[in-house]
């Protein structure tokens, strides 16, 4: 699943919206997995999830735009969700008796959002999440901390592009005598975005030309570029960058560089220099012997050092510097 959430249920019915996005839904299916639960918090969403495989690969019921979703068994059921032709597809949810419900989709819920929140109550009031993790944000034991949420959702262009369309929305519904005038720079950015995606797509999907799909990274800031491309990153911090990594988490990238053939380590622009010389140096043997390259992936939390840059042209780094660092071929 790409995203987790959990929620309190105080009404007997919800709705699950999906939307288009820019004339296009993000995809035409998806599948949803639903558990009761009578806590509803963040510990329960993560010691539910160990079941989500097994309820999906055990088959979801189909549901049409306007259908419901209901017969939620006490252990957990899976939905598949089909949209409609329309803009918007709405599917009830049947929460009698429920009080708290873990939830565990194929994509990112927000991704199917224009104009309306994906769950509300049956007053139509926004239902928000006890607690939520999305678009690759496991850790998978690879930082000393395991994390809920990764905030980066800009380091994936396609991602990016759905803010674009939220800020679009927003400064029309401000200032709706430049509607059209936004709507022109909105394309217009949503383009570069879209060329932007094309060029990670090509060099990390599957008729890519790179011979490795691991790397390592100072710190969990790039579950969204995971996600997308189907990079894999070995983390030695997890969302929090400061302090000393744990030991678990340099053996565990020693470890993937001795076995996998990991070559580089990736580290934020303002990382400073000197902060990997450690572990530069125990990487270092007959096939590194310079030991473990580290190379700079671009998390735009700060101001770009050079004032010329922008988001375009540090992301185009960004893709040069993971080309380099996956061994890829033009």
Not at 36 to 41: A, I, Q, V, W
Not at 96 to 113: D, L, R, S
Not at 218 to 226: D, G, T
Not at 310 to 324: F, Q, R, S, V
């Amino acid at each position: 699943f790409e995203w987790a959430g959990v929620f309190e249920i105080s009404d007997t019915t919800h709705t699950w919206t999906m939307q288009k996005v820019d004339g296009a839904y993000a995809e035409p299916t998806m599948w949803l997995v639903l558990i009761p639960t009578d806590s509803p918090t963040e510990d329960t969403m993560h010691d539910l999830e160990e079941g989500v495989d097994a309820l999906v690969d055990a088959g979801c019921t189909v549901v049409e735009d306007g259908e419901s979703m209901s017969s939620i068994a006490a252990d957990g059921t899976c939905f598949e969700l089909h949209v409609g032709t329309g803009d918007d597809s709405t599917f009830t949810i049947d929460t009698a008796g429920i009080t708290g419900v873990a939830m565990y989709a194929q994509h990112v819920p927000t991704e199917f959002e224009r104009d309306q929140h994906y769950l509300k109550d049956s007053a139509g009031e926004d239902i928000e999440p006890v607690a939520q993790e999305g678009a690759g944000a496991h850790d998978h034991g690879h930082g000393e901390e395991e994390i809920a949420f990764d905030p980066h959702s800009w380091l994936d262009p396609v991602a990016y592009a759905a803010q674009v369309e939220v800020v679009y929305t927003a400064l029309s519904v401000a200032f709706p005598d430049n509607a059209d005038a936004f709507r022109d720079n909105a394309d217009a950015y949503k383009a570069q975005l879209a060329d932007l995606d094309a060029g990670f797509s090509a060099a990390f999907g599957e008729s890519g030309t790179c011979q490795k799909n691991t790397v390592a990274a100072n710190h969990n800031a790039y579950a969204y570029i995971s996600q997308r491309y189907g990079i894999e990153f070995v983390n030695l911090h997890g969302i929090d960058p400061e302090g000393e990594p744990s030991p678990a988490a340099v053996a565990d990238v020693l470890e993937r560089v001795r076995d996998d053939g990991v070559t580089a380590i990736y580290v934020e622009e303002y990382t400073p220099n000197g902060a990997l010389d450690s572990l530069i140096q125990d990487t270092k043997s007959a096939d590194l012997p310079n030991g473990i390259e580290v190379l700079t992936l671009h998390t735009m939390e700060m101001a770009p050092s050079d004032s010329n840059d922008n988001y375009m042209t540090l992301m185009t780094e960004n893709l040069e510097n993971l080309k380099a660092g996956l061994a890829c071929s033009e």
